[in-house]
């Protein structure tokens, strides 16, 4: 996947004067290139070009009659090459989900029993949701009938666009009822969340010397969004990113006092911190006493 560090977070405005719901084929618009996540629900269903798409920390084969389900704020792309051709359906939490008030961060942890609609958006990243014959002639038919709907609207259109889109959505839940039951028995979505908070943990320790290490880079390491890290290590852990790394440093430091020989500046310098005299208070701050007086006691022991 591409540099991620800067992969922007997009509004329905930025795609849509429906601030709802919107449809669009190649031909509307062409396909966004570069990783990119969004505030709202979308589904794209490529009708022509095998591909990849690359979801969270997930890279899965979307070829001809796929069907892609992103959650709101998930990183993603799906390279579509020039011969292919795919509808992209965006639509709002309230415009799906008006019953549902959590924050679109929190859908992984909504009921499925509550809300079957996020089945697929929920366990994209382990299936590929993949229909031919009449199964996707059947999408194919609403697809036709929500580019009729859409434009232009009329009274009782987004009812009708809602109906057609709860149809698709029911029609994939239906042809991978065994599959989407078995991820949901084995809270799959929980083990996603542990493995991105795993990725974030491991580009803690690889960057750990560096004193300019941020949310953002870390966030990107970990094909997340720098909010949704935010919310991630907080569901998770009870602390804020910067404690992660601050409490990371602090028994890395406590390692090199106790069982090396190293300066404290030398040490200072391998945990992070640039200046020792910041190090000092640090860690004194953290353990109650400077780490000189630290090693002297430990390695009295």
Do not use: W
């Not at 039951?181 to 799959?188: D, E, F, M």
């Not at 320790?205 to 300019?212: F, G, L, M, V």
């Not at 870390?218 to 601050?246: D, I, M, Q, R, W």
Request: aromatic residues 8%.
């Amino acid at each position: 996947m591409a540099k991620l560090t800067h992969a922007p977070t997009l509004g329905m405005q930025q795609r849509s004067e429906r601030l709802d719901f919107y449809i669009r084929s190649k031909l509307d618009h062409l396909a966004t290139t570069t990783p990119h996540r969004h505030e709202y629900f979308q589904i794209q269903v490529n009708l022509g070009g095998d591909t990849v798409q690359h979801i969270g920390g997930a890279v899965r084969p979307f070829v001809r009659h796929t069907l892609a389900f992103i959650l709101p704020h998930r990183l993603h792309v799906i390279a579509h090459p020039p011969e292919g051709n795919f509808v992209l359906i965006n639509f709002t939490q309230d415009f799906l989900l008006p019953q549902v008030t959590c924050d679109a961060m929190d859908l992984e942890d909504v009921s499925l029993s509550d809300a079957p609609e996020l089945s697929p958006f929920r366990f994209q990243e382990y299936l590929d949701f993949v229909l031919d014959g009449a199964a996707f002639a059947q999408v194919q038919g609403l697809l036709d009938a929500m580019h009729a709907l859409n434009n232009p609207r009329q009274l009782g259109s987004g009812l009708m666009l809602k109906g057609c889109l709860l149809q698709l959505i029911g029609l994939v839940c239906n042809r991978y009822q065994a599959e989407l039951q078995a991820l949901a028995a084995n809270k799959a979505e929980q083990r996603g969340r542990r493995d991105a908070l795993k990725r974030v943990t491991q580009y803690i320790r690889d960057h750990i010397a560096d004193p300019a290490m941020t949310l953002t880079d870390a966030a990107a390491a970990a094909f997340l969004s720098p909010n949704y890290l935010t919310h991630l290590c907080a569901k998770e852990t009870g602390s804020t990113f910067s404690e992660l790394v601050s409490g990371r440093r602090m028994r890395l430091a406590r390692t090199h006092l106790i069982h090396g020989t190293e300066s404290l500046s030398h040490i200072a310098q391998a945990c992070g911190f640039s200046d020792e005299a910041y190090f000092s208070r640090r860690f004194r701050k953290a353990y109650g006493i400077p780490p000189g007086q630290f090693r002297r006691q430990h390695q009295e022991v």
